[in-house]
């Protein structure tokens, strides 16, 4: 019955527009009715406790600069932030229309507040030198990036330049202009990354960390990881409530891909509450629950809009795309990382970045970031070498124990070696 009104919504002919023509409907009106369903009610979580004191410690009174401001987490970041009353909050993006909704949604809701919206690019060394200048901001929480992973797989070079060479650029004004501290948000893709965005990320963590072990600057840096946040731009739920409006099919990539999920809220709170624990070169980690089968978040999206699962909505499997997992690796958390103050932020116990390695692997970055895929991929992979992209063979070390690899492929131009 449903099915045959959403053909019939969608112009294709059926039984029923010959006995019953209906008034031209919108192609969503027969879902227009429906609840609209709220992401936070799908984790049934409770809400995140927070140390109010120690934020107001860390933002009251200050000048917060959030790079990718206009993004799901970096305008979430911003709303949260302007909670505990900065002195000044400077939003740094790209893109012009993201940028414009959160100034004046967040000028809408606070009222004379010193907002400044700045259009630039996290890469322009520049531009965000004469923002640092102009601003000297004394809390950056670092939220630009390329983050699709299918995406970053067929452009691994503008995931090097963005994720690796953007947050440099933005550390290194920091540093430069005396900042307190600098939060980067990592990803839970960056813990032993099959994908170029997940080893662009765990370099950007490998070169932040490193910064802090810097003599020359006071500025505390330290990375966040998490896993999904629920309904950020591209990601599932919003993919799956316009399928769901389309009348289907929902598509899930695979019967046995789990995510961890957080809501944005949740996660930006912990992120700035991370920002206000840490010393400088920690890398934490939250809490996320546990993990989430793709298919059961779709089917509780189904039926929460009112629908029955197969009979009004198909699911149907796509299959992995390159360089995801089926599970990401957030499990091993009681062993790999140790508590901290707060209940649902974890430290992970990992060794300091090594500043000559991360010295070289700039150095071996920089020279691939216009260059081939294959190019790109293998230096990736040598200079993070928990990183395991597919189709690379690591061929060996040699005694200063830098490595060889190449594409089994055998695309010659692809072998490197340090
Ligand atoms: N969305 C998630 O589920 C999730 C989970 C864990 C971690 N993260 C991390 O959080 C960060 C932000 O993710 P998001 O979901 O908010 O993404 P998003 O795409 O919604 O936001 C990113 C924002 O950064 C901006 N940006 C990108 N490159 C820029 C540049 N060169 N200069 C200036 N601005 C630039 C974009 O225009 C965009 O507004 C990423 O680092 C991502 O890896 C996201």
Redesign the pocket.
Known sequence: MIRSLIRLLRGRPSHAQTLNPLPAPTPFAAFATKPDVDVADLLGRAAVNLDTPELQRFLAGKTVLV??A?????SEICRQIMRFCPASLIL????EN?LFEIDRELREKWLGATITPCV????DAIRIATIFKAHQPQVVLH?????HVPMMEQNPGEAIK??VF?TKTVADAAAEFGTDAFVM?????AVNPTSV?GAA?RFAELYIQSKNEGVENSTRFLAVR????LG????VVPIFKKQIAAGGPVTVTHPDMKRYFMTIPE?SQLVLQAGAIGHGGEIFVLDMGEPIRIVDLARELIQRSGLRVEEDIAIEFTGIRPGEKLYEELAGLAEETRPTSHAKIRVWQLPPAEAQRVKKGLAILSDVVNGCREEAVIALARCVPEYRPDGVIRLGADSDGSETLRFSGGDESAVLAA
């Not at 206009?70 to 970096?74: A, N, R």
């Not at 939220?143 to 983050?147: D, E, L, P, S, T």
């Open positions: 790079t990718g206009g993004g799901s987490i970096g740094v993006e790209q893109a993201n630039a690019d996290i890469c939220c630009a990036a390329h983050k963005n994720n953007g948000v990592s990803t839970d893709k965005m990320k998490f896993g999904n946040v950020s731009s591209g990601s996660a």
